[in-house]
């Protein structure tokens, strides 16, 4: 049956798209003239009017958005995004609406070219602010612009960015923004022989109003204030990642070719902007714009994974069995080197930089375990240093833990699980949640748990014994535990669906963790996991130390230690003003899955379904799912660990006892404690540290109405409280300025706010005039973040190719 298509074998549809009458002067033919001497940077107009050369490829358009309503099946909160509950900052998006909407505007040719069709799917995706939820179309990822001081490019070929910083001084009780290389002079005013000013405008525009603007368009992240946060130098990112990630410095999106910053005295600035090829294949030979689609859009993604696989090998994973567990032991206090200038000496650090432990100098009962990143190649690795940091803070009597999760965007999920159990060897992580109970997944699930012995016949790297269940994970109800911790009986019984006013979902179902530790991470105390160490320190001696980065695998762990432990957390930064801050401002869904994978699973449960099973109910989505996905597919850009930038928020996180089984991305809670950063926090993050360990234990000085709110574990943990109202508060900026609001010009819905003025200079249309919109921030990016399971996915396809796919 035309179903049964091979697992990898995705149809390419042949380009139907050829321009003429293109000449030399073609945008794109400019670009290929520039990019001859290895030009690393190129004009942003030029950039954008190439990209907009690029003719509309309608046919197979619409069989991609096609493709995409069907991925839209597995979004977990998809008829929250539509209608939200109280918890919800930004506005609601209706996306299958908006999937209509997109379909009727590219039959009645409202698109004149490739880009700005794509550019507003990716705004229609982007509009739900959930960094899993992800679609980053190819010709969307072909260029980044950036803000430059300069051209130059460091010895590891990285720009030379021009990025801000928030930053309060005396002068001020809320922070004011500045130049980052004026943070030195800022820092130590003493060696220093001018005086930084702050910057009043952007474009003309005050600086506030503006930036919000700009966060909510380039921000990915749940709550205003994380995105707010992630327009300005962030220093364990910048430590951890080795380059500079903020908005303000790189953007998707056109930036225009200069950003003009006014000066409290009133002097400007003028800053570059520049395009940047992110792609890995050259401009060199482009004549026009279909010769541009032709080279990096719709390409065969059989033959990329192909060529993938050849690049890296098959396992770029490192083995969890080849490092060793180290005992709870303390080890040397003497110091390793810094991870960067603004750090001090680490006890332990792992190589990749993605956990470390300090001791303050100047607080002698304070041990710091600072975790950037749960994404690391080396679990044991990372496990090992938690391990050592623990011990040594036990034998030398610090008694007092800051855990900074700061630049947080996630990574393994398990690695959450060990690490709350090393700090409580024996509580039990609760972690349950839920999938959306839809009739695809419902169809997909129950073929798949008959069928387990037949799937893994045709495809023993799909189903393997051992990790069959982690791989199809919610797909056979064998695998998953009940809240209870205990089997499910049946596909009936895991699938239910339990009807809520928001639709229906499966049970509340919880990991095996014995099985997870025996296959995938070592979970301390499961399977044969067999270290045994002391709990180091109490609950109320813990703190939390956020900057609303927060994300996925770094939301569970948080989510385990306050909703489970009450452990209590403190925000740093966030939009100027006296009022709460949430600690955990990126997603809160427990479970990425790539849109690449699901596609594999349906596939490969249809070829395995037997011969008398009733398809029928698929024709809902198109004549033929697979050639419609296929296209979403093809469509995305390539690369990342999800092997294609196209991914959905798969498993809601559910707190333990809410009989409402709200996805916590609808549960707003407050950090207990907010603060401000100083120059001195930015040049120093001992400085940092002490000052959480002063607002938890010494002076207890926050921001002024920071604390209490009922949401926060100090205030009570309300979790129907809801947020403050000075959560929505943008700065003159408002609704208006969100990635919904923007796609109005296009799409018009009725859920979206009516907002008031637009603070932003570059919030206009988005199929017109080239502007500012979206950013990728998203799971597509190797070192983002976010929670996978990390298992060994190993395709394969009648090409005899396996691409092992670990996590991100
Ligand atoms: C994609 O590439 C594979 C491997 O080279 C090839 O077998 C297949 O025919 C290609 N598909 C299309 C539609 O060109
Ligand atoms: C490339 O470099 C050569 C030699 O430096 C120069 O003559 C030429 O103008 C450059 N071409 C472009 C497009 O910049
Ligand atoms: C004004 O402030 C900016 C930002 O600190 C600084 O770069 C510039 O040199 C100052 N200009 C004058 C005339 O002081
Ligand atoms: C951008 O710079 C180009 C020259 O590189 C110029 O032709 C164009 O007018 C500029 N556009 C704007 C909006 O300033
Ligand atoms: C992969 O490598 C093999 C052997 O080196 C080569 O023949 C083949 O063309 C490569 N395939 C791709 C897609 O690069
Ligand atoms: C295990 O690690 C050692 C170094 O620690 C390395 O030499 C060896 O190749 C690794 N083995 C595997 C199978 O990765
Ligand atoms: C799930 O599928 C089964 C078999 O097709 C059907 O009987 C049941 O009604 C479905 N449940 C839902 C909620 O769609
Ligand atoms: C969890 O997985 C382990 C290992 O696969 C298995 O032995 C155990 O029975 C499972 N637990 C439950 C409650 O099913
Ligand atoms: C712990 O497990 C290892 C195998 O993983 C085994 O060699 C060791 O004997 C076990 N230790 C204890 C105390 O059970
Ligand atoms: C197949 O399922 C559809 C509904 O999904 C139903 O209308 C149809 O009668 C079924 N056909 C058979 C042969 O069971
Ligand atoms: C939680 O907050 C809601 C909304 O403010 C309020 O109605 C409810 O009484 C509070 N619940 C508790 C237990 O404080
Ligand atoms: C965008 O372009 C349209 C026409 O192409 C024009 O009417 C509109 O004023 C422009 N908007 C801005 C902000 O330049």
Request: charged residues 15%; contains cysteine; proline residues 5%.
């Amino acid at each position: 049956m035309s179903l049964r298509v091979a697992l990898v074998a995705l149809a390419a549809i042949a380009n139907s798209v050829h321009a003429q009458d293109e000449t030399s002067r073609a945008p794109c033919s400019q670009l290929s003239a520039l990019s001859a001497n290895d030009t690393k940077f190129f004009p942003a107009d030029l950039a954008l009017s190439c990209l907009r050369s690029v003719p509309l490829a309608k046919e197979d358009d619409l069989l991609q958005l096609s493709g995409l309503r069907t991925f839209l099946e597995f979004q977990s909160d998809l008829d929250y995004l539509a209608d939200p509950t109280v918890g919800r900052i930004y506005p609601g998006i209706d996306l299958l609406a908006g999937l209509d909407k997109l379909t009727s505007m590219l039959e009645d040719d409202i698109y004149q070219n490739e880009h700005d069709f794509q550019m507003d799917v990716f705004k229609l995706f982007s509009a739900a602010y959930d960094g899993h939820l992800s679609y980053i179309p190819d010709i969307v990822d072909v260029f980044a612009f950036g803000r430059l001081q300069s051209e130059d490019v460091n010895d590891e070929g990285i720009a030379n960015y021009f990025s801000l910083i928030s930053v309060l001084t005396v002068e001020n009780d809320t922070p004011d923004i500045y130049a980052y290389i004026d943070e030195n002079s800022l820092a130590d005013p003493g060696n220093s022989d001018y005086s930084p000013s702050p910057v009043t405008k952007i474009n003309g525009q005050d600086v506030v109003a503006w930036l919000n603007s700009y966060a909510a368009q380039n921000g990915r992240s749940q709550d205003p204030d994380a995105n707010y946060n992630q327009v300005f130098v962030n220093i364990p990112k910048l430590a951890y990642e080795a380059a500079e990630t903020d908005h303000f410095a790189v953007s998707r999106f056109y930036q225009g070719n200069t950003t003009m910053l006014t000066f409290a005295n009133e002097s400007t600035r003028d800053v570059m902007t520049r395009a940047q090829l992110l792609s890995t294949k050259t401009l060199e030979g482009l004549t026009d714009g279909a010769s541009f689609f032709d080279r990096f859009c719709n390409n065969n993604l059989t033959e990329t994974i192909l060529a993938q696989a050849n690049a890296t090998g098959t396992a770029p994973l490192q083995t969890t069995s080849n490092i060793t567990r180290v005992p709870y032991e303390p080890v040397s206090t003497e110091g390793v080197a810094p991870p960067h200038p603004a750090y001090p000496s680490p006890i332990v650090i792992s190589s990749d930089k993605s956990v470390a432990g300090y001791f303050s100098d100047t607080i002698s009962d304070l041990a710091i375990l600072s975790v950037p990143s749960f994404s690391t190649t080396s679990p044991v690795e990372f496990e090992n240093v938690v391990r050592q940091l623990l011990a040594t803070a036990s034998d030398n009597e610090r008694t007092k833990l800051v855990i900074d999760l700061r630049g947080n965007g996630g990574g393994t999920i398990f690695l959450a699980y060990d690490l709350f159990r090393q700090l409580f060897p024996t509580e039990v992580p609760y972690g349950a949640g839920n999938y959306r109970a839809s009739e695809l997944h419902n169809f997909t699930g129950r073929v798949a748990s008959e069928n387990i012995d037949a799937l893994s016949a045709a495809y023993p790297e799909l189903v393997k014994s051992g990790v069959d269940g982690v791989v199809l994970n919610s797909f056979n109800y064998r695998e998953p535990l009940t809240v209870d911790n205990e089997q499910f009986t049946s596909w009936e019984e895991f699938f239910g669906p339990h009807k809520t006013d928001r639709g229906d979902f499966t049970s509340l179902n919880r990991f095996n963790l014995t099985d997870i530790s025996a296959t995938t991470i070592p979970i301390l105390g499961y399977a044969d996991d067999n270290t045994t160490q002391p709990r180091t320190f109490a609950p109320k001696d813990i703190v939390l130390l956020h900057d609303g980065t927060c994300a996925s695998t770094c939301a569970i762990f948080s989510e385990l230690m306050s909703s489970q432990m009450s452990i209590s957390s403190i925000a740093a930064g966030g939009r100027p003003q006296k009022a709460p801050m949430q600690a955990v401002g990126g997603t809160k869904g427990s479970q990425v899955q790539g849109m690449f994978i699901l596609s594999t699973i349906v596939s490969a449960v249809l070829a395995a379904a037997p011969p008398s099973s009733n398809f029928s109910f698929l024709s809902q989505f198109g004549t033929d799912i697979l050639t419609a996905t296929n296209q979403a597919l093809s469509r995305a850009s390539f690369g990342g660990t999800l092997l294609v930038k196209a991914s959905v928020n798969f498993r809601n996180n559910v707190r333990g006892g809410d009989a409402e089984q709200m996805p916590l991305q609808y549960v707003y809670q407050a950090a207990d404690c907010r603060f401000f950063y100083t120059a001195q926090m930015y040049a120093d993050q001992a400085a940092v540290w002490d000052k959480a360990y002063d607002a938890t234990w010494g002076s207890m000085q926050c921001v002024e109405g920071s604390t209490s709110h009922p949401s926060s574990v100090t205030g009570g943990a309300n979790i129907t409280a809801g947020p403050p109202d000075t959560a929505k508060n943008f700065f003159g900026g408002n609704a208006s300025i969100a990635l919904g609001r923007n796609l109005e010009t296009v799409w018009t819905n009725g859920s979206l706010e009516d907002g008031g003025g637009n603070g932003s200079g570059n919030g206009s249309t988005s199929s017109g005039n080239g502007t500012t919109e979206g950013s990728s921030d998203g799971e597509g990016d190797d070192k983002s973040g976010s929670n996978v399971l990390a298992v060994p996915l190993i395709l394969t396809s009648s090409l005899a190719i396996s691409v092992i796919l670990l996590f991100i």
